[in-house]
């Protein structure tokens, strides 16, 4: 299949995300050729705000590998991947993404990232979110103890 055959899946995915009540979002996760995961936006169906296209099929597709990585792979999406979806991508070391409409094509629709790409850069303190360490003497033993693991599985 073609890049833009994927992506139709992809936007069939999104809009039958709308016929059920999920949001306009559709992915699918392809390795050699195959489509081996698919997403559909469940944010508002499962009350959770992470059920974003992009994350249920990175979820699926690491079920699928039986690992944490998608190396090999590559994520079609609907639409620009926003910066949670696009931080997933980078964690599941998938290689790379396709997409059909873009961040304004959503915030068209009322699904507009520019507010979080505008506090990402940001420093911190100055973020809507207020981030503040506090320091606890107990806060590195986690840490280390992932240090010394000997056979711990990186990521």
């Known amino acids: 299949m073609t890049h833009e055959a994927f992506l139709e899946v992809a936007i069939d995915e999104a809009a039958a995300s709308v016929r059920s009540g999920g949001g306009p979002f559709g992915a699918v996760i392809v390795r050699d050729d195959r489509i081996i995961a698919r997403g559909q936006n469940r944010v508002t169906l499962t009350l959770d705000p992470t059920a974003h296209a992009e994350i249920v ?43 059909a409409s873009t961040r304004d094509d959503a915030a068209s629709a009322g699904f507009d990232d520019a507010e979080l790409y505008r ?37």
């Open 57 to 99: 099929a990175i979820r699926a597709a690491c079920q699928v590998v039986s690992s944490h990585e998608l190396q090999g792979v590559t994520l079609y999406a609907s639409t620009e991947p926003c910066p949670l979806c696009l931080s997933a991508i980078y964690w599941a070391r998938i290689d790379r993404a396709f997409y």
């Open 119 to 155: 506090e990402l850069a940001l420093p911190p303190a100055e973020r809507r979110v207020r981030l503040q360490r506090i320091a606890m003497p107990a806060a590195s033993e986690p840490l280390r103890a992932w240090t010394a693991l000997p056979n711990k599985a990186l990521y």
